[in-house]
């Protein structure tokens, strides 16, 4: 990368900087400002803050479209898309009427003390954000040349320092600076590289047949997995969270419907580039680096640097909001509700959780390399344990006792933990009855 390059990435973490502690935090600030900025959103800041946070996986996208082509779109994507609207139709203005705080919240009000501690575990578990923590560190790595700890060590405490100060209003204000550097970025990218090598003719000459199919050449169980995963949705907490802060339930519904013909958008671009990068780059050693590498192959001076942009975006805007949801979690959710402790601690509490949440992201990475292995375990055992109780908190007229919903928590994750275990436990290294 060029000195030009470089000097555009210092000129993005000089402006999140500035964005982000415009405005701080007072001690009188209350609990609402701080976790929900008061239920002022608007729906151009919904879309851009929900667009840009849920899909921090950019370097899973590019993993996955580099390996299996166009089922990126239709098998990884579709899934999640079904699942964003069902909780449009069903969820969202009821979560903006509930007017709690967060998800354990509800859980709380609907069944009991116990079930909402446990939901709230769960939740804290598969907020903390080890995936988007690595897309960081291997970004570094590619683009800066760097160790993968010290990219995971710098990069996180530039998505965080920000948050540690201005809460949930820090964490939208960038996120609107973000989305736009998304789509920039990967537009940039595309176009050059259809410019430079033709189109569907190129791709079509150049890649696996599979490529082309729905399915990419995965099996119809593998597929069927993402589409359980991605009912994740509805017990998302960053879904939630928009709608509570939203002005009002209709803001809240219409913007789930614009988010996800932004992500449908985003991904033809991220799918497209994925699939150049494995015609042009067929022997990559790591494709979770896909889309740097094609990158660096094919932009100019300057336009590289915009593209980094994009990648760091994308990733910084979801590590800074799943850190904060899992900060208030452990602060306000756990350890204040077990321990009574006085609610004028929220902020306190939750700065010391976005600490403890950060050092607990690292931790996976030791043992997970993989993106897509890091969503796919969190999401097999936390969805399953929620979906259910959280659900049927919303919708319904009749709810579940609480000590039914408190067992479904427990016996579904507990199943599904077991479930997946059990690879490493039978002779051939795969699941029970290879399901």
Known sequence: MHALDYTIIILYLGILLLVGFKKRLSKNSSTAELIVGGRMLTLPAFVA?????????????GEYSYNYGLSNWLAFGLPYYLAAFFFAVFLAKRARESKVLTIPDRLMAVYDKKT?????????????????????????????????????II???FSLVYVFVGGFNSVVRTDLFQFGLMFIGFIILLSTLYFTYGGVSFLQANLPEMHF?????????????????????????????RCYAA?????????????????AFFDFLTTSCGMYARAVLPNLENPVGSFPAIA??????????????????TVMSTVDSNSFVAA??????????????????????????????????IVP??????????????????????????????????RLPAKYAFLSIVSSGSFSLVWYCSKFYTNTGGYWFSV
Not at 116 to 138: D, E, K, N, R
Request: positive net charge.
């Open 365 to 398: 990475l030791f043992f997970i390399k993989s993106v897509i292995d890091i969503w796919h375990i969190f999401g097999s055992v936390g969805t399953p344990a929620l979906l259910i109780p959280v659900f049927f908190s919303f919708v319904g007229t009749k």
């Open 296 to 313: 660096l192959e094919v932009l100019p001076v300057g336009l590289m640097g915009m593209f980094a942009l994009a990648l760091f975006a």
């Open 328 to 361: 208030t979690t452990f602060s306000r959710d756990i350890v204040m509700r077990l321990f009574k402790i006085d609610e004028k601690q929220t902020i306190k509490y939750t700065r010391i959780g976005l600490v403890v949440t950060m050092l607990l992201a």
């Open 155 to 157: 990069g996180s405490l």
């Open 213 to 241: 199919t729905w399915h990419g050449g995965n099996s119809k169980a593998y597929i069927a997995v993402w589409y359980v995963i991605a009912l994740a949705a509805l017990i998302e907490p960053t879904f939630y969270q």
């Open 247 to 263: 002005k009002s339930g209709k803001i809240a519904k219409n913007g789930i419907y614009i988010s996800i013909v932004c992500w």
């Open 49 to 61: 803050s929900l667009v840009s946070t849920w899909y921090g996986g950019i370097l899973g996208v």
């Open 116 to 152: 909402a501690v446990t939901g709230s575990v769960i939740i804290y578990f598969m907020t903390v954000p080890a995936a988007y923590v690595l897309m960081l560190g291997t970004l570094a790595n590619f683009l800066f040349g760097w160790d993968l700890w010290v990219g995971i």
